[in-house]
């Protein structure tokens, strides 16, 4: 086991912090959980790595996405009609940040 354990105190003090109610049952439930994935961290720190090179990435994939490519429209005065709003002869679109 490790020497450090979840208790029933910390999920509840973490489950207010993250404004989660949690049932007594889901304590319990959460306590050990999360202190069986702290036993299983410590275990992975043991590892000795010291020969195993480094990886950041294992698929050796690369950016598979197509090149964006700059189209003019045919009838830009349709679009702008077709749009809920618009202004300046812009589309105006709601912000999103």
């Known amino acids: ?3 450090q354990k979840i208790t029933k105190q910390k999920v509840e ?3 207010a912090l993250a404004r989660i109610e949690l049932k007594p049952k ?7 959980q999360l202190t069986d994935i702290l036993d299983y961290v410590n275990q992975l720190n043991k590892v000795d790595t010291k020969d195993v090179e480094l990886t950041a990435q294992v698929t050796k994939l ?5 090149a964006d490519k700059v189209k003019s429209c045919k009838n830009p ?3 702008i009609k ?16």
């Open 1 to 3: 086991m490790s020497n």
């Open 13 to 15: 003090k973490i489950a």
């Open 26 to 32: 889901e304590v319990d439930k959460f306590s050990n």
């Open 62 to 66: 690369i950016n598979v996405m197509r």
């Open 77 to 79: 005065d349709k679009l």
């Open 82 to 97: 077709a749009a809920p709003e618009s202004q300046d002869g812009q589309v105006k679109v709601k912000s999103i940040l």
